[in-house]
């Protein structure tokens, strides 16, 4: 045994991953599972003779066997370890009882032999007992472990292991133990806080409710006393389904929405973070849908009437904008094929009329492919509503515009089913076609549904409703993701300050008495542990540069402003934010947050052996966002990185995606072979399926009727289907039809005088029926024909997604080793809750998130995988907010305070008391920033940051303009947009040709690159028509590449030694012919956030009589719009109707004071600088600064000698790039 064991651990814990993975599944053979049985039941004394099975020589190396690593978290292994796990459980626990006993008895004598040895076995044996219980559900229910975890939690506490730093995975153990088996204890906080008497508690400071919020709130499901409001209301939000049911879209009572600040009875406090964030958020993401579908059903007979709702038939395409989403209704819809494959599984396809019937090839290809690229794109979420109103959610699974053939129903009752091209897209005039998946595992209701609806007789009353642009991947994850924690709320790291209890008196900073103390991270507690920031040293010293978390108040921050390029606030925020396991760094715009973040994760890269940190997980909420980072990342060296997802779309991270990693990754042999094995299988279940398949598409065909009756009524076969023979012995011919065709043939409707049941029963002559009974028993034959396709296609279906779940699993082994050996680990936010599961084993130690004042609390909860210790979150609340689609959840509108769904986590630390002295959560603070000129950076620090600081270079003056910084006002109305788009989206035509005036000026100048210069806006209604016409606009700009050539130009005109000939230089390559779309950025203030430019032109579109400021009327989406410019910045807008709100009236008196307000921009010619030009139209800039210059003809003219070396091309690149000519004096 010893042997055994010892082979088996060494194998274990020193071969490759392979080896480890066979020898964890030759564990679970029968044979070793007898030697491990007689290991569990063997008395187990403490050292043991010889020839017996002792605690030290066996009991250990076992404990260590399935406490490893690899044994509890390898994904392809767990149903190994799972065999494992439920043999040392036993009958009803009877087996693991008695073992946990022997070695919690054993333990305390090692306790007193080897007390330094104690600590880990003592971990490894509550390890085991928590994987014991979670994979035997029944284990909650036995008294037998409940005395077990209760015995090993008073140990703990005699040997004070849980108030252990270094015994934190001891504490998650037991937090798990005690919430699985329902125990009731309480745990010593490893929060630095300590109870209070109950009457301080009742003093405590608690979130005070906004009078939106209504005191009477109906309760959810059962608690309510008028009950359930529908079928899918319950009180636990882990039966909710994540789309609405039927029954739920019917509905018209509002659904319940947990009040931030409100008391829930029925939940702790744990539990209510996750209720609140779970339900606000389905309710975001689905409350609108479901409503738009509402209200469609309840007028469907005439959708023109919608109540609040505009209808648009443009280019063919119905749209409605209802309920506060854009929704599009395709007519007419045919089910026309059921089919599986081993890949996909179940997929429907569909025809509906086309938008615009009876167009050319071409010009139906051009509809679809170019035209309307947008609608119906893949994994897009839509929904079939049948004639009775009923309503299934299913996925876009493929896409085609052209040339796929696929079988079609028969619908003709033909015997053999023909074929033909089934129409994509576009290859019908008359018909499209589209590929559905079901969005929910399929059941059997859903086929017999389906069912129905491929020979529903009249298809005119079925439509396919798309939501555009509503991805199910989205949001689905993350609801999934809570619903999964609400069942233990424990093992959410931090829970304690995500969910504080108010009747704790929290330690106070010894920084700042006002602020909680944040203890630091638990794997940074070690005794005498530091981090080494040598790394980030300018030249690295060869001894360490020590920061010991634990007194990080006493490290000297002048080391780190005197050897690296740091600036005070930001050396502060990296001391501090590794210092505390949750730590905040605000960053202002301009600050340098990304930069500090790259030094940040340098210094835990470069102490991750000795922390044992594993990958750093960097989370962002967008794609943009993480590739930034992560090539920031690759800037500094740092390129062990794995980038999770499939929607990058930089080059530089291309190699590093996971998908393209594993190509070049090899299974082990174990994984190999069980990929072989599921492979196989769901390839046979795709067989299967495809026979009911057909069953379903031919069920009323000669071939499928025979088969059933040959089958289930032998005596009616042998006399339909056989030679019929009479009592004479001569064969009854029928003509050239077959018999049973010709039986078939006589069946009409009508009452029957004997039932179906009888006729079959009795084995009645098929000959001898009545046709009205011949038509009964046909219709009997085809349901029951129907009946058994669709419960044998709902079983193998259900056979197959388990089958593919488990095959995605044992790929996700490979996923997961490759995760395990990366230093970074780059995801999203949905996408991390897509993978959860797998990250949660790779027992990453580090959370790092970018931008977190714009992701959703629910987004960041959900990316708290157990084993992270450490989060640090990079932000700013005083910018953007998170997005989310219902304004009456936003914290902007008055009904929206109640919930606050935008408040993002960071957000909520920052501004949530803590216990009744209402302490502050420490936030640390960059206060440098190095973008903005100062003039610019005032406007921004007069009420948000007032102690922000400059340290911006010397920005030259921008050419063509008199002030850098300038309000231009007007009062021309704006005019509301296409109220069918989602954004319902204002313009401004005067602000449109002021801006494109301003850009064309600024561009004539020479000096800015491409993309130098932005122009922004709050809707997205006067971005598009900015885009528009700037795109037909079309004008000489320089290159974003060319600046060398015009700089070497330069050389060649101011030196007249320079040898270079003019024709070498290729101007018509340095300068060239583009739209002026092409030339600037333009973009909503919304999608700018985190950018910047040279020049930024601002038009803010709102201009009304009732001073109605929109989108612009909260401070955080002003302060981003305020802070995107570099060298100079330019408004366009009624400063009447933007005075309205606060901010804007602080900004508006700045710039007046200091004369940057007008009713014209103030315009300078390079070559006449003493002259000011006033352009308050676009006329203005046409006849007073034409092309970028001004109006007067100057005396002197460029030397004749320049003149004769200059070819045309090069002589308009001098004059972009140096002005020396006004317009008029080029020509003289």
């Known amino acids: 045994m010893k042997t055994f064991l010892e082979g088996a651990l060494h194998m274990i814990t020193t071969k490759d991953i392979g080896t480890a993975q066979e020898v964890i599944k030759e564990l679970a053979n029968d044979k070793n599972l007898e030697h491990i049985r007689q290991l569990l039941e063997a008395d187990l004394a403490y050292d043991g003779t010889t020839g017996e099975l002792s605690f030290i020589v066996h009991g250990i190396p076992f404990l260590k066997i399935i406490t490893n690593t690899e044994f509890q978290n390898s994904i392809v292994i767990e149903k190994y370890a799972g065999t494992i796990y439920n043999v040392v459980y036993g009958f009803s626990g009877s087996r693991g009882i008695e073992f946990f006993n022997r070695i919690l008895s054993r333990s305390k004598t090692l306790m007193s032999n080897n007390p330094d040895g104690y600590p880990e076995v003592f971990a490894m044996i509550t390890s085991a007992l928590r994987h014991t219980i979670h994979l035997n559900s029944n284990a909650m229910v036995q008294d037998g472990i409940k005395r077990i975890a209760r015995e090993a939690l008073v140990q703990a506490n005699e040997q004070h292991l849980l108030q252990n730093p270094e015994m934190r995975h001891l504490h998650q153990n037991f937090k798990v133990i005690n919430e699985k088996l329902e125990l009731g204890e309480q745990l010593p906080s490893l929060v630095p806080a300590k109870p209070t008497s109950a009457s301080q508690g009742r003093g405590a400071v608690r979130p005070s409710l906004h009078p939106a919020i209504q005191n009477t709130v109906r309760l959810p499901g059962e608690l309510s006393e008028s009950g359930p409001r529908h079928n899918n209301d319950y009180v636990s939000i882990a039966d909710i389904l994540i789309l609405p049911t039927a029954e739920e879209i019917r509905s018209d009572v509002p659904e319940y929405l947990p009040q931030i600040g409100a008391e829930t009875a029925f939940l702790d406090r744990n539990q209510k973070l996750l209720d609140t964030q779970f339900r606000l958020l389905r309710e975001d993401s689905i409350g609108c849908l479901r409503e738009s579908l509402r209200q469609i059903i309840e007028n469907r007979g005439n959708l023109d009437v919608l109540r609040g709702s505009k209808k648009r038939k443009k280019d063919g395409v119905n749209r409605f904008f209802t309920a506060g989403v854009a929704v599009l209704i395709h007519q007419n819809v045919r089910v026309e094929e059921i089919t599986f494959t081993a890949h996909q599984g179940l997929k429907v396809g569909i025809t509906f009329d086309q938008p615009i019937p009876n167009l050319s090839d071409q010009a139906r290809r051009e509809w679809w492919s170019r035209e309307h690229e947008d609608l119906l794109t893949y994994n897009s979420l839509v929904c079939i509503l049948n004639e009775t109103n009923e309503a299934v959610f299913f996925t876009v699974a493929e896409r085609y515009v052209t040339e796929r053939n696929i079988r079609n129903w028969d619908r003709d009752d033909t015997e053999d089913g023909s074929d033909r091209a089934l129409s994509t897209l576009a290859e019908d005039p008359n018909r499209a076609g589209i590929i559905l998946s079901f969005a929910n595992a399929v059941r059997e209701e859903n086929i017999e549904w389906l069912s129905k609806l491929a020979y529903a007789r009249d298809s005119s009353q079925i439509d396919l409703i798309e939501f555009p642009k509503t991805l199910l991947a989205a949001f689905r994850p993350i609801l999934q993701g809570l619903q999964k924690r609400i069942g233990n709320t424990q093992a959410i790291p931090f829970i304690d300050w995500l969910a504080p209890d108010p009747s704790l008196i929290f330690q106070q900073s010894v920084e700042d008495g006002t602020q909680v103390d944040v203890r630091p991270p638990p794997y940074a507690l070690r005794p005498n542990f530091f981090f080494d920031l040598k790394s980030i040293f300018t030249t690295p010293p060869q001894d360490p540069v020590p920061l010991y978390p634990a007194a990080a108040s006493d490290f000297d921050i002048q080391i780190l402003l005197e050897n690296t390029t740091l600036d005070d606030g930001q050396a502060q925020s990296l001391v501090k934010a590794l210092s505390r396991e949750v730590g905040l760094i605000q960053g202002p715009p301009g600050t340098g947050k990304s930069f500090v973040g790259t030094k940040i994760v340098k210094v835990l890269l470069a102490n991750k052996t000795k922390a044992d940190l594993g990958p750093v997980v960097c989370v962002c909420y967008t794609n943009h966002a993480l590739d930034q980072f992560l090539e920031h990342l690759l800037d500094i060296g740092i390129d062990n990185i794995v980038r999770l997802g499939s929607r990058s779309k930089s080059e530089r991270l291309d190699k590093y995606l996971l998908k393209n990693l594993v190509t070049s990754t090899e299974n082990t042999r174990v994984e190999g072979k069980e990929m072989w094995d599921l492979k196989a299988a769901t390839r046979d279940l795709a067989d299967d399926a495809a026979k009911y398949c057909n069953t379903l598409a031919y069920v009323d065909s000669e071939p499928t009727l025979r088969s059933h009756i040959e089958e289930n009524y032998p005596s009616f076969f042998s006399a339909l289907f056989t030679r019929n023979v009479d009592s004479e012995g001569w064969e009854v011919q029928y003509g050239k039809q077959k018999p049973f065709a010709l039986w078939r043939k006589k069946a009409m409707y009508g009452p029957i005088g004997r039932s179906v049941r009888f006729i079959l029963n009795n084995n009645l002559d098929p000959w001898s029926l009545t046709p009205t009974e011949i038509n009964a028993v046909l219709r009997f034959w085809k349901n029951e024909v129907l009946r058994n396709a669709i419960t044998g296609l709902a079983d193998v279906a259900e056979q197959h997604r388990i089958k593919s779940e488990k095959l995605s699993t044992v790929r996700k082994e490979r996923d997961r080793r490759l995760l395990q050996a990366a230093d970074i680990i780059g995801v999203t936010t949905s996408s991390l809750a897509a993978h959860a599961d797998m990250l949660e084993r790779v027992q990453a130690k580090v959370l790092f998130c970018e931008e977190a004042g714009e992701i959703l609390e629910a987004h960041t909860i959900t990316t708290l995988i157990p084993s992270i210790e450490h989060m640090i979150l990079i932000g700013d609340h005083e910018q953007l907010r998170p997005h989310v689609a219902n304004y009456d959840l936003s914290v902007e509108s008055r009904k929206g305070q109640a919930y606050r769904l935008d408040v993002s986590l960071f957000e909520r630390l920052v501004q949530q008391p803590y216990g009744n002295l209402a302490l502050k959560f420490p936030i640390a603070s960059l206060n440098t920033q190095r973008r903005m000129h100062p003039t610019v950076a005032d406007l921004i620090r007069l009420k948000t940051y007032p102690s922000l600081l400059d340290a911006v270079p010397d920005y030259p003056p921008i050419p063509g303009m008199k002030k850098r910084l300038f309000w231009m006002t007007h009062g021309r109305p704006d005019s509301k947009g296409d109220a069918i788009k989602a954004t319902a989206s204002y313009t401004n035509d005067f602000e449109q040709e002021m801006a494109i005036s301003l850009v064309t000026h600024l561009l004539h100048q020479g000096i800015f690159k491409e993309k130098q210069i932005a122009v922004l806006t709050p809707y997205l209604g006067q971005m598009s028509k900015l885009r528009r016409s700037l795109g037909n606009i079309m004008d000489i700009v320089v290159g974003s590449r060319d600046q060398d050539a015009l700089d070497e130009i330069e050389g060649f005109l101011d030196d007249d030694e320079n040898e270079k000939k003019p024709e070498d230089l290729r101007p018509q390559e340095i300068i060239r012919k583009s739209s002026l779309a092409a030339a600037v950025r333009i973009a909503t203030i919304d999608n700018f956030q985190g ?94 600064a034409p092309e970028g210059g001004c109006s007067n003809i100057a005396m002197s003219r460029a030397p004749s000698s320049l003149q004769a070396v200059v070819t045309p091309a090069v002589q308009t690149v001098v004059n972009l790039a140096h002005l020396a000519l006004c317009p008029f004096e080029r020509f003289l």
């Open 1091 to 1184: 950018e910047e430019a040279d020049v930024v032109i601002i038009s803010l579109v709102r201009s009304n009589k009732e001073h109605q400021c929109g989108f612009l009327k909260t401070s955080n989406r002003i302060n981003v719009l305020l802070s995107r410019a570099k060298w100079g910045m330019y408004i366009i807008g009624d400063a009447n109707t933007a005075g309205s709100v606060p901010m804007w009236s602080n900004v508006i008196s700045h710039m007046s004071i200091n004369d940057c307000l007008g009713d014209a921009f103030e315009l300078q010619c390079e070559r006449h600088k003493n002259i000011t030009i006033l352009a308050a139209s676009k006329e203005d800039f046409i006849t007073y």
